[in-house]
């Protein structure tokens, strides 16, 4: 076999193992049964998703207010920070990156119960406050990777120019800086309300009684069984994350021109 038919191989391999559960999942939102056995096509579990599943919109709802507000709130604290690590030097800074890179390989589990004590120690409450603080501290980890990432790959010869030309820190911040470090906050942005709309086990121990987030409904819902509504609701979060992929390459386009 020649290196073109290996590689084709591996590669249809792979784009099975990844594409046909998705498949399997679409074809079984459709089935008018609820087992495993298909028993013709139907919309049923559609119309009850949106006709009458009010808990599940509720916790839709709840994740998508917490993943907007702490995904603006990490991008901004990530892009300054990762501004503020790239362009200046103090003491000590090669061990706070370090530091600050931690929470991207520490298990879920560990940030979650260091959470629920940090919570419980403040006598703070939990609930969808809770939740919003979790989401952002380990949101903000990777958008400072992703900024820091950009950065690296700066001309600063541009921004020695713009001071040349008269320009102060803050000018130079708003009209050289950022416009040229926007991709990689919308990448930044985006992947933090990916992880913080999809994030399952820190939200797990951080969430109070009545604020439970789309993943934490989904879970409750199929320790009783698959039900063919989270199959229909499985199906609408692909089409929004094929359509949220879409549009993020075409805004970083946009941002590039």
Do not use: C
Not at 116 to 126: D, G, N, R
Not at 238 to 250: F, G, H, Q, R
């Amino acid at each position: 076999m020649n290196k073109r038919k290996t590689s084709l191989f591996f590669f249809t391999l792979s784009m099975i193992f990844f594409y046909l559960p998705l498949l399997i999942l679409v074809a079984y939102s459709f089935n008018e049964g609820r087992s495993s056995a298909w028993q013709g096509f139907s919309l049923k579990w559609y119309k009850e998703l949106f006709l009458y599943s009010d808990n599940i919109w509720k916790a839709f709802k709840y994740s998508l207010i917490i993943g907007i507000i702490s995904s603006t709130t990490s991008t901004l604290i990530g892009t300054l920070g990762a501004i503020g690590l790239h362009w200046y030097n103090f003491k000590h800074k090669k061990y706070l990156k370090v530091i600050t890179f931690l929470p991207l390989v520490i298990p879920d589990i560990i940030l979650g119960v260091s959470l629920l004590i940090m919570f419980a120690t403040i006598k703070l409450e939990l609930g969808l406050t809770s939740i919003f603080i979790a989401h952002t501290t380990f949101n903000i980890p990777f958008v400072l990777f992703i900024v820091l990432s950009r950065l690296g790959e700066f001309d600063y010869s541009i921004v020695e120019a713009a001071y040349d030309l008269g320009a102060n820190e803050m000018q130079t911040l708003k009209k050289i800086i950022l416009p040229m470090l926007t991709p990689a906050i919308i990448s930044g942005f985006l992947m933090s309300l990916t992880l913080s709309f999809d994030d399952f086990v820190t939200t797990f121990f951080v969430a109070g009684p009545g604020s439970s987030t789309l993943p934490l409904r989904i879970y409750s819902m199929i320790r009783l069984g698959v039900s063919p509504v989270v199959n229909a609701l499985s199906v609408l979060l692909i089409v929004l994350s094929i359509a949220l992929t879409l549009s993020t390459k075409s805004l970083q386009k946009y941002f590039v021109k």
